[in-house]
């Protein structure tokens, strides 16, 4: 019972930290920015005139930075969750 309540706590917790993300990529103007930036950075790259082995080198550097930041996403809004609770129990 317990171990069900846990999975269905941190299942609203995680669509929370995703529907949060969502409008901060959507809503925030220099996120917007920064993503709308990226975008077209991803274009001048694929057109760079490159060898496969390079383009497998600078899209594993490429996966693991977004790896990375997906994950440090995560355990900000963990923490910061986490803060909040501990705060409101005092």
Do not use: H
Not at 3 to 17: K, L, Q, T
Not at 55 to 72: A, K, L, P, T
Request: hydrophobic share 40%; charged share 30%; glycine share 4%.
């Amino acid at each position: 019972m317990m171990n069900e309540i846990e999975v269905s706590i941190g299942g609203i917790v995680e669509e929370r930290r995703v529907n949060t993300m969502k409008r901060i990529n959507s809503e925030v103007e220099y996120v917007v920015q920064d993503n709308n930036d990226l975008e077209n950075m991803k274009l001048l790259y694929e057109k760079l005139p490159l060898s496969k082995y390079d383009r497998d080198i600078i899209d594993s550097i490429f996966c693991c930075i977004q790896s990375r930041n997906e994950m440090v996403e995560k355990l900000a809004y963990y923490a910061g969750m986490s803060d909040a609770l501990e705060f409101l129990k005092q």
